[in-house]
T-cell receptor, first 114, second 116 residues
Framework: DQQVKQNSPSLSVQEGRISILNCDYT??????FLWYKKYPAEGPTFLIS?????DKNEDGRFTVFLNKSAKHLSLHIVPSQPGDSAVYFCAASRRSSNTGKLIFGQGTTLQVKP | KAGVTQTPRYLIKTRGQQVTLSCSPISGHRSVSWYQQTPGQGLQFLFEYFSETQRNKGNFPGRFSGRQFSNSRSEMNVSTLELGDSALYLC???????????????FGPGTRLTVL
């Protein structure tokens, strides 16, 4: 049972345009969501997070939107840059349960073309 | 601050052997979690340690074990290695939040284990 899903394995956008990466979850007990960026043979790098009490969080070019009723979150990157090309993972946790366990989606490979 | 460090970065073992991987968390972080990444299964949670105690465990066989030391450094051990254990093993550390909840996890570069 995959509790966190990223249905698009890949996404290609032009430099300067917006990249939108999507993520769906099934467990309504999740209360904290994160996005990580990963290059091959490296560990994931934390990008941005959002608590379930919010519906939007911004950090520079990155914005995460959370729609709790739809159990859906998205990561917007504006403007996209070639250096953003990587695999993006969304992750969810039950932060309030103090478990330290992240459930990851399968990842979306983003390619930003110059 | 230095990030999460993992040693060794690469390891080659044969079936039946055992292996120990090491993780040093970010200074001040007391929670350490371990994950396995494979092409087929993605990133999967192995276990989490906090204050030298295993606080949560994923769905992995008992061959996978770990421990945490008083300085928060952690090790994981895999005994009787199988070909399917070939993976990138990632360690992540986090602070303990104000309300006792685990904060954002920061990952190390991983240890690439190859089992022949």
């Amino acid at each position: 049972d995959q509790q966190v899903k990223q249905n698009s394995p890949s996404l290609s956008v032009q430099e300067g345009r917006i990249s939108i990466l999507n993520c769906d979850y099934t467990n309504s007990m999740f209360d904290y969501f994160l996005w990580y960026k990963k290059y091959p043979a490296e560990g994931p790098t934390f990008l941005i997070s959002i608590s379930s009490i919010k519906d939007k969080n911004e950090d520079g070019r990155f914005t995460v939107f959370l729609n709790k009723s739809a159990k859906h979150l998205s990561l917007h990157i504006v403007p996209s840059q070639p250096g953003d090309s990587a695999v993006y993972f969304c992750a969810a946790s039950r932060r309030s349960s103090n478990t330290g366990k992240l459930i990851f989606g399968q990842g979306t490979t983003l390619q930003v073309k110059p | 601050k230095a990030g999460v460090t993992q040693t060794p970065r690469y390891l080659i073992k044969t079936r039946g052997q055992q292996v120990t991987l090491s993780c040093s968390p970010i200074s001040g972080h007391r929670s350490v979690s371990w994950y396995q990444q494979t092409p087929g299964q993605g990133l999967q949670f192995l276990f989490e340690y906090f204050s030298e105690t295993q606080r949560n465990k994923g769905n992995f066989p008992g061959r996978f074990s770990g421990r945490q030391f008083s300085n928060s450094r952690s090790e994981m051990n895999v005994s009787t290695l199988e070909l399917g254990d070939s993976a990138l093993y990632l360690c992540a550390s986090s602070l303990e939040g104000r309300h006792g909840s685990t904060d954002t996890q920061y990952f190390g570069p991983g240890t690439r284990l190859t089992v022949l």
